[in-house]
């Protein structure tokens, strides 16, 4: 594709709930990334694909949080047990390799209510 | 752990006035360093970077020269115009170096407001 989708672009959920959040990358791109936003600060890094596999999940908060990406392409955030303080922008980005520059969606507003 | 601080903002300043964005950073090392742009309604955007000491980035009129000795990245422009008006992100990584690569360490953000 053009650029770098995410679905959707805003999710409004209870708290408890369970959500899903999904990035379709550049095509062709091996390295993928999931950051949070909160208001008022920069991206902070949750987790790192290279391919189909988690290279990097050090970023996640805790077990709530988690993350696939079966085929290499298309990943899904998962949070279990939505709360309050997750409400953020959750960005995907891809690279074409690790080293690559990283290229942005246009991010998914959680609002955890 | 890795970190970067940037001024905070907003930033005000008048079309054609020179720009300074300051970006100091702490890291193990030798990291790339970034300059992001975040324009409104818009998504993060790479505005240039540099991967080793004493390199410039440079974009659009916008620089930024990585200082190892002074652990700094400045972004700098000459003469700015509305259309610069966004918010602008520092960051840094770690090269792939065979352990795994990891994802960028951003600043806060800069709010940069040009009024014509």
């Known amino acids: 594709g053009a650029g770098v989708s995410q679905t959707p672009s805003n999710k409004v959920t209870e708290k408890g709930k369970y959500v899903e959040l999904r990035c379709d990358p550049i095509s062709g791109h091996t390295a993928l990334y999931w950051y949070r936003q909160s208001l008022g600060q920069g991206p902070e890094f949750l987790i790192y694909f290279q391919g189909t596999g988690a290279a990097d999940d050090s970023g996640l908060p805790n077990d709530r949080f988690f993350a696939v990406r079966p085929e290499g392409s298309v990943s899904t955030l998962k949070i279990q047990r939505t709360e309050r303080g997750d409400s953020a922008v959750y960005l995907c980005a891809s690279g074409k390799e690790p080293t690559d520059t990283q290229y942005f969606g246009p991010g998914t507003r959680l609002t955890v209510l | 752990g890795d970190s970067v601080t940037q001024m905070e903002g907003p930033v005000t300043l008048s079309e054609e006035a020179f720009l300074t964005i300051n970006c100091t950073y702490t890291a193990t090392g030798y990291p790339s360093l970034f300059w992001y742009v975040q324009y409104p309604g818009e998504g993060l955007q790479l505005l240039l970077k540099a991967t080793k000491a004493d390199d410039k980035g440079s974009n659009k009129g916008f620089e930024a020269t990585y200082r190892k000795e002074t652990t700094s990245f400045h972004l700098e422009k000459g003469s700015v115009q509305v259309s610069d008006s966004a918010v602008y992100f520092c960051?840094?990584?770690?090269?792939?170096?065979?352990?795994?690569?990891?994802?960028?360490?951003f600043g806060k953000g800069t709010h940069l407001i040009i009024q014509p």
């Open positions: 960051a840094l990584s770690h090269p792939y170096s065979g352990g795994g690569a990891d994802g960028l360490t």
